[in-house]
Antibody, heavy 114, light 106 residues
Framework: EVQLVESGGGLVQPGRSLRLSCAAS????????MHWVRQAPGKGLEWVSG????????GYADSVKGRFTISRDNAKNSLYLQMNSLRAEDTALYYC???????WGQGTLVTVSS | SYELTQPSSVSVSPGQTARITCSGD??????ARWFQQKPGQAPVLVIY???ERPSGIPERFSGSSSGTTVTLTISGAQVEDEADYYC?????????FGGGTKLTVL
């Protein structure tokens, strides 16, 4: 059974940093690209970032480019999102998802507020 | 970048057919996916490659494509189908979700 478990969310002040993690199991992690998608409270889905199976191809939404960094550790079956210079508008539930969004985790909530 | 446009809401009675559209130029050359999201839950893939249904998704869910518009059809909608539905497509490194459609079945 595919499992994706996000962690690392919390309350953080504007301008500070946070690192999200996604622990994957139930599939061959290094066969798949992985993504982060966020959903602000009461809003729709927004793709944040994606990374290919071997980290050779990485992409970011314009809204986070230069502030967020995606990475993965295939030996640990884990996906990460380093979020710097956080803004109030980054407040959202952050999901990790596999491949072409075939499966999603339950998300971790990031709240940016003073 | 590009956009995918969905109606904000669709309403049907139980047993009726619900149709949710998604429009965008990219859909003329790229496949679309549809996701269902119930309150407090993560999204679930219900249609891929415009019209393919993953295993475990009821047959009443179907998809179609015509030009720059794709359509999710729920034939004989049930109360448990009430949810938000999002279309998605990708071109190059741009990955975009539609704004979402709230389906009400009552």
């Amino acid at each position: 059974e595919v499992q994706l478990v996000e962690s690392g969310g919390g309350l953080v002040q504007p301008g500070r940093s946070l690192r999200l993690s996604c622990a994957a199991s139930g599939f061959t992690f290094d066969d798949y690209a992985m993504h982060w998608v966020r959903q602000a409270p009461g809003k729709g889905l927004e793709w944040v970032s994606g990374i290919s199976w071997n980290s050779g191809s990485i992409g970011y939404a314009d809204s986070v480019k230069g502030r967020f960094t995606i990475s993965r550790d295939n030996a640990k079956n884990s996906l990460y999102l380093q979020m710097n210079s956080l803004r109030a508008e980054d407040t959202a539930l952050y999901y990790c998802a596999i491949g072409d969004f075939d499966y999603w985790g339950q998300g971790t909530l990031v709240t940016v507020s003073s | 970048s590009y956009e995918l446009t969905q109606p904000s809401s669709v309403s049907v009675s139980p047993g009726q057919t619900a149709r949710i559209t998604c429009s965008g130029d990219v859909l003329a050359k790229k496949y679309a996916r549809w996701f269902q999201q119930k309150p407090g839950q993560a999204p679930v893939l219900v249609i891929y490659k415009d019209s393919e249904r993953p295993s475990g998704i009821p047959e009443r869910f179907s998809g179609s494509s015509s030009g720059t518009t794709v359509t999710l059809t729920i034939s004989g909608a049930q109360v448990e189908d009430e949810a938000d539905y999002y279309c998605y497509s990708a071109a190059d490194n741009n990955k975009v979700f539609g704004g979402g459609t709230k389906l009400t079945v009552l």
